[in-house]
């Protein structure tokens, strides 16, 4: 997801914090957005804004005359691209706008390791602009017809120790009364 402000204030922190709340408002409606490219121009300068969970990136400020050349191409990769370069999660098809088309029928799922899995419904999502945007999912094996729970959430990968590997131990110690059932693992 991308947005332009178009504004005569000069950059500045009240700016900054306008465009943070801009981001957090499509963090909230795109649940499945893994970052946002904002870009604003105010009194001749056009910046480029880069939101993710982990906090954002501003540009310094070209001038709209002198870069105009850089300024068109910035544009043209902003509608051009593929949704990917925008922050779309490919691995996942769901958003509230979208399942608001559900009767449409828009397909929702996710990819796990490759494997589509049907979303019936959004259980949790952690509305946090900063944090391991967690996503957990009610969802059904096509194959199988089984239903499943699936987590969906940003781990760091120097992380000593993984989710998995945390069931895994639990299971080895014999802790299985009401502990998940780890199906699948998968790091993008």
């Given at each position: 997801m991308s947005f332009l402000e178009l504004t005569s204030d000069d950059f500045s922190s009240h700016l900054s914090l306008r465009l943070t709340k801009i981001a957090y408002a499509?963090?909230?409606?795109?649940?499945?957005?893994?970052?946002?490219?904002?870009m604003t121009i105010s009194n001749q300068l056009f910046r480029i804004h880069i939101f993710d969970h982990a906090g954002a990136v501003h540009s310094h400020g070209y001038n709209i005359h002198c870069s105009a050349h850089f300024l068109i191409c910035v544009l043209w990769s902003l509608t051009t691209g593929p949704p990917e370069s925008l922050g779309?999660?490919?691995?996942?098809?769901?958003?509230?706008?979208?399942?608001r088309m559900r009767r449409l029928r828009t397909e929702l799922y996710i990819l796990v390791n490759g494997k589509k899995y049907i979303i019936q419904c959004l259980l949790f999502y952690n509305a946090m602009i900063r944090g391991r945007v967690t996503?957990?999912?009610v969802v059904d094996d096509p194959v199988d017809g089984k239903q499943y729970v699936v987590k969906d959430c940003w781990t760091c990968t120097g992380q000593m120790t993984t989710e998995e590997d945390m069931l895994r131990r639990i299971k080895e110690k014999g802790l299985t009364h009401s502990v998940p059932v780890l199906q699948a693992a998968w790091t993008v």
């Open positions: 499509i963090f909230i409606a795109q649940p499945g957005c893994c970052f946002i490219i904002g779309y999660d490919p691995t996942l098809s769901f958003s509230t706008i979208i399942s996503l957990c999912f």
